[in-house]
């Protein structure tokens, strides 16, 4: 679950920076890009059409990305190959942006390459973890879990299950609060740093090392299928 956990929050601090400071858009929350994709055909001003497009189309590359490398390694070393990916797309990404001295859109052609490149880091990090102690987990995108949430908790109540149902209520609660922690602290001042987005890199590529190291230590059997 830890894995689950940190990359949940990993995820969290990215929506929140990109979306406040540099990108106006969600890298991992598609269903908050679909919203700002409707509102902008519908004419608000508040949005723009390219910016969310962008987002989903980004997010949906990095899921392409993400199948072809399951393809093609062994599972035994899928995720850190993932992870990797994922800070490899990071990298550039802050290459390109440079450090955000204050809150502002990037626009153009650079605004576009950044929005595809964030969105599809977390597109590949959706492939990396599916289960949890047996449970569907999803560390990008939380309405489906807040969902599931509700049914689980609904069975318990009802008294209709227990101990499987108590079981993922805790997994979907825990990735849930490490998701909104992720995006507080973006928000807060580690999220203000001028290089904010060096942080969530630096994350992804220590546990990418630490798990391609110490394979035994993370049991990839249950949390990346």
């Known amino acids: 679950m830890f894995v689950a956990v940190l990359l949940a929050a990993v995820t969290g601090f990215?929506?929140?920076?990109?979306?406040?400071?540099f990108l106006g858009v969600f890298p991992a929350n598609q269903s908050g890009n679909?919203?700002?994709?409707?509102?902008?055909?519908?004419?608000?001003?508040?949005?723009?059409?390219?910016?969310?497009?962008?987002?989903?189309v980004g997010f949906a590359l990095g899921i392409v990305v993400g199948q072809l490398v399951?393809?093609?390694v062994h599972r035994s070393r899928l995720s850190p190959w993932l992870l990797g990916c994922e800070f490899v797309l990071f990298v550039v990404a802050i290459a390109i942006t440079g450090p955000i001295e204050r809150v502002?859109?990037?626009?153009?052609g650079k605004g576009f390459v950044l929005i595809v490149l964030t969105s599809m880091a977390m597109g590949v990090q959706t492939e990396v973890i599916r289960h949890v102690a047996g449970t569907a987990v999803a560390t990008t995108y939380q309405t489906g879990a807040i969902a599931r949430l509700g049914e689980a908790i609904s069975r318990l109540v009802s008294r209709a299950a227990r101990l499987r149902e108590e079981r993922e209520v805790v997994v979907?609660?825990?990735v849930l609060v490490a998701?909104?922690?992720?995006?507080?602290?973006?928000?807060?001042?580690?999220?203000?740093w001028r290089w904010s987005m060096i942080l969530a890199a630096t994350v992804?590529?220590?546990l990418a090392v630490l798990w391609f190291v110490a394979p035994s230590r993370f049991v990839t059997s249950r949390e990346d299928n």
């Open 34 to 56: 679909a919203v700002f994709l409707g509102m902008a055909i519908g004419g608000s001003p508040v949005s723009t059409v390219w910016r969310p497009a962008s987002a989903m």
């Open 179 to 192: 998701y909104v922690g992720g995006a507080a602290v973006g928000a807060a001042a580690p999220g203000v």
């Open 172 to 174: 979907l609660l825990v």
């Open 14 to 21: 990215v929506d929140a920076v990109a979306f406040g400071r």
């Open 204 to 206: 992804v590529a220590a």
């Open 70 to 72: 399951r393809r093609r």
């Open 104 to 108: 502002h859109l990037i626009g153009g």
